[in-house]
């Protein structure tokens, strides 16, 4: 009986070592790279009329709408982990 207890504590443990590791990696892949945000906010400076002096304000919402589509799509993958 001991080991079976011991069995089920190691079994645990790995699962929630293979959890912490997919987390890491998900936080690691969280964050826009600089590329793509120089890629959004270019388009936006385009699309908005080619505005000067106003890099700091495409640059900010471009990574704030990078975030956002991230966020949504880090809770569909919890969501679907929970399943």
Known sequence: M???KYKDQKQKLAGAKLTATKLNQIKAN???SPDEVTRKAYFSYVNQGSRQRHEVQHWL????QLLAKRNLTRSWISQQDLK
């Open 30 to 32: 969280f964050m826009p």
């Open 61 to 64: 919402e471009a990574e704030a």
């Open 2 to 4: 001991q080991f079976d």
